[in-house]
C-alpha cells in the first residue's frame, strides 16, 4: 500500500513500520493517523509478517498531535478526529502479530499513546515519554497505563504531565530494556527477528491470550492456557523445536567435556 507518512520494510518476517513525517517531529496529523490504522490493519492479514516493530527513528519517536490541526478542531465537530485516533490505537493494540515500539527519542501525548498500544517497548538513553495531554486541558488515556505501571504511577503521569526519562520508565516497568543512544533500531531489529524464527500462530495466540486473561477470572485464565498447551504440545514443529534444542545442549556439553557421555 502506498503512504506518504509511512516507511514499510518486510524482511525475515519482520515488518518495520517507520514514522516519516520528521520535518514535524512526527506529529500526529489526521493523514498520519489515517494511515496508521490503514497499515496496520493492512499487516494483520498478512501471513508474511510475525513480528512488526514500529519506530520514528534514533532521533524522534513522535511529537504527539499536530498543533496546528488541533488548533482548527471545535468541540462540536471533533467527532471524525477522535475517531482516527482511537482507530489507529485499536489497530495497533489489537493487531494479530505482536507489535515492538522502538524508542529513539521522545514520545509525547499522542506519540506517548502509540507506544501505549504496542506490546513491548525498547527505549534509547535519550527517549522520554509524557501524556502531556492535561496540560493541554485534555483527558490523557489511562488504561492501558494502569495495567502496565500500576494505578499510583499512571495517575502520577497523567494528572501531573511530568516529561519521563528512559531510566524512569525502566524502573516502572514501561519500557523494557535501554539501549545506547542510536542503537535502539538495531537491537529491536535483531530482537524482533529472533521472535519471528519461532512459530507465527504461538506468538499469535500468546498475544490474544495477554489481552484476554485481563477479562477473566483466574480459573478461566488458567483453563484457556491449558487448552493452549494442549493445542501445540507434541506437534511436529514442537518436535523439530525439541531436537534443535538437544543437538545444542550435546553439542555445548561436548566442547566442554570432549570424552564425557551424556544422558538427556
Given at each position: 500500500m502506498n503512504a506518504k507518512y509511512l516507511s514499510l520494510n518486510v524482511e525475515s518476517r519482520v515488518a518495520t513500520v517507520l514514522l516519516n513525517r520528521h520535518d514535524k517531529g512526527n506529529a500526529l496529523s489526521p493523514d498520519v493517523l489515517g494511515e496508521l490504522g490503514d497499515l496496520f490493519e493492512h499487516l494483520d492479514s498478512r501471513p508474511d509478517v510475525s513480528v512488526i516493530i514500529l519506530t520514528g527513528g534514533e532521533k524522534m519517536f513522535s511529537a504527539g498531535f499536530d498543533l496546528d490541526f488541533l488548533k482548527t478542531v471545535r468541540k462540536g465537530a471533533n467527532e471524525a478526529f477522535t475517531a482516527l485516533f482511537h482507530r489507529a490505537?485499536?489497530?495497533?493494540?489489537?493487531?494479530?502479530?505482536?507489535?515492538?515500539?522502538?524508542?529513539?527519542?521522545?514520545?509525547?501525548?499522542?506519540?506517548?499513546?502509540?507506544?501505549?498500544?504496542?506490546?513491548?517497548?525498547?527505549?534509547?538513553?535519550?527517549?522520554?515519554?509524557?501524556?502531556?495531554?492535561?496540560?493541554?486541558?485534555?483527558?490523557?488515556?489511562?488504561?492501558?497505563?494502569?495495567?502496565?505501571?500500576?494505578?499510583?504511577?499512571a495517575k502520577e503521569w497523567a494528572l501531573t504531565g511530568k516529561i519521563i526519562d528512559a531510566r524512569e520508565a525502566f524502573r516502572l516497568g514501561y519500557v523494557s530494556q535501554v539501549f545506547p543512544e542510536g542503537t535502539v533500531v538495531e537491537k529491536v531489529t535483531a530482537i524482533a527477528r529472533e521472535m519471528a524464527s519461532y512459530d507465527r500462530t504461538c506468538l499469535m495466540e500468546t498475544k490474544r491470550l495477554s489481552i484476554d486473561l485481563l477479562h477473566n477470572s483466574l480459573d478461566g485464565s488458567l483453563r484457556i492456557q491449558?487448552?493452549?498447551?494442549?493445542?501445540?504440545?507434541?506437534?511436529e514443529d514442537?518436535?523439530?523445536?525439541?531436537?534443535?534444542?538437544?543437538e545444542k545442549i550435546r553439542a555445548s556439553k561436548k566442547k566442554q567435556s570432549p570424552a564425557s557421555t551424556e544422558t538427556f
Open positions: 490505537y485499536r489497530a495497533i493494540m489489537f493487531c494479530s502479530q505482536p507489535v515492538i515500539a522502538a524508542v529513539g527519542g521522545p514520545a509525547m501525548a499522542g506519540g506517548f499513546d502509540l507506544t501505549l498500544m504496542c506490546d513491548i517497548r525498547y527505549a534509547s538513553e535519550r527517549a522520554k515519554f509524557s501524556q502531556r495531554e492535561i496540560t493541554l486541558s485534555l483527558t490523557p488515556i489511562l488504561d492501558p497505563l494502569w495495567r502496565v505501571i500500576g494505578l499510583g504511577a491449558e487448552w493452549l498447551f494442549r493445542t501445540y504440545v507434541g506437534s514442537n518436535h523439530s523445536r525439541i531436537d534443535s534444542l538437544l
